[in-house]
T-cell receptor, first 112, second 112 residues
Framework: GESVGLHLPTLSVQEGDNSIINCAYSNSASDYFIWYKQESGKGPQFIIDIRSNMDKRQGQRVTVLLNKTVKHLSLQIAATQPGDSAVYFCAEKGNYGQNFVFGPGTRLSVLP | KAGVTQTPRYLIKTRGQQVTLSCSPISGHRSVSWYQQTPGQGLQFLFEYFSETQRNKGNFPGRFSGRQFSNSRSEMNVSTLELGDSALYLC???????????FGPGTRLLVL
């Protein structure tokens, strides 16, 4: 069945450094991907999305890269700040009315 | 625009009881999805409603049910609660034709 997984369950980075969070997906038919950020006690917050016809998409301090050949998605956060500390989820979706499938999440800790 | 709202935010029930959770989507959004989030299983899809009709359903027992009203507000019900139903229940909405889901803060349910 479909599955979305993350390579690293936890990631610690120094404040000011760049962070890279990775995600592997198994359904080659997935055509839409979202990264969410979830802070303690809150619901997931939309960060950035990308469609399968793109390889890269940039937002404010964030970049999502999609490698369809190896079914890999990554989220890059530039100049990581303490407020970036959270759990990050990737989610994938097919194009036939399917629901989103979420990865297990990666906890990002920003060290002072 | 106001975001997705969920009530109540916290709930404590005992085994065997039933519970009803409520979700109000973003104004104009007609699709509402429900998810269960636990430390062990992560984010799991429960069901999706659009225009008062269930469009998609995840792999949960029949004790989990939902409905959507004409104003797009949605409720989910869990009957005969079990200890394992303790979780954060998240609601997400999206617009018709849109794909990006926006989450509410969740209802944290504790079953004793």
């Amino acid at each position: 069945g479909e599955s979305v997984g993350l390579h690293l369950p936890t990631l610690s980075v120094q404040e000011g450094d760049n962070s890279i969070i990775n995600c592997a997906y198994s359904n080659s038919a997935s055509d839409y991907f979202i990264w969410y950020k979830q802070e303690s006690g809150k619901g997931p917050q939309f960060i950035i999305d990308i469609r399968s016809n793109m390889d890269k998409r940039q937002g404010q301090r964030v970049t999502v890269l999609l490698n369809k050949t190896v079914k890999h998605l990554s989220l890059q956060i530039a100049a990581t700040q303490p407020g970036d500390s959270a759990v990050y989820f990737c989610a994938e979706k097919g194009n036939y009315g399917q629901n989103f499938v979420f990865g297990p999440g990666t906890r990002l800790s920003v060290l002072p | 625009k106001a975001g997705v709202t969920q009530t109540p935010r916290y709930l404590i029930k005992t085994r065997g009881q039933q519970v009803t959770l409520s979700c109000s989507p973003i104004s104009g959004h007609r699709s509402v999805s429900w998810y269960q989030q636990t430390p062990g299983q992560g984010l799991q899809f429960l069901f999706e409603y659009f225009s008062e009709t269930q469009r998609n359903k995840g792999n949960f027992p029949g004790r989990f049910s939902g409905r959507q009203f004409s104003n797009s507000r949605s409720e989910m019900n869990v009957s005969t609660l079990e200890l394992g139903d303790s979780a954060l229940y998240l609601c997400a909405s999206k617009s018709w034709g849109g794909e990006t889901q926006y989450f509410g803060p969740g209802t944290r349910l504790l079953v004793l």
